[in-house]
């Protein structure tokens, strides 16, 4: 009967077998891995983004742009969009009950406003400073 041989042999045996573009590929691959993770997880933390959705166009503005009023055309007339001072509201709208214009302004991610009657979407989307987040633990 023959004996196993322990993994560590198998490795040896492996790791010799190994050829110079082999190790060129694993580093290859291992610095792929990191250079998407710092670029995923690490380049943009703190940049929010207004994005406005209408039926016909779409817009993806820096929250942190200044002010400005953005027209939005929808099937009812124009809505008026504004940001100001790190937050996004629907300042008019052509719609009857205008819950657009009650609802306030918005400032951190996830958060939304609509004009449902005028097709107008309103969302705020990046990632903010960490504490800023609302996760299971605290919901």
Known sequence: MKKKEPSI???HSIVGKLKFFDYVTVV???????VSSLYV???NRGVLYVHIKSFSREWILPLD???RIIHVEGPLGVTEVEIDKSTVRIVKSP???KICVRS????RPGQWVACLPNRVIVSIEG???KEDYVDAVNF
């Open 127 to 129: 990632r903010g400073p």
């Open 95 to 97: 719609c009857k009950n």
């Open 28 to 34: 290859f691959a291992v610095l792929l891995v990191v």
């Open 104 to 107: 306030g302004a918005i400032s």
């Open 65 to 67: 742009g200044g002010e």
């Open 9 to 11: 042999h198998i490795l």
């Open 41 to 43: 997880y690490g380049s």
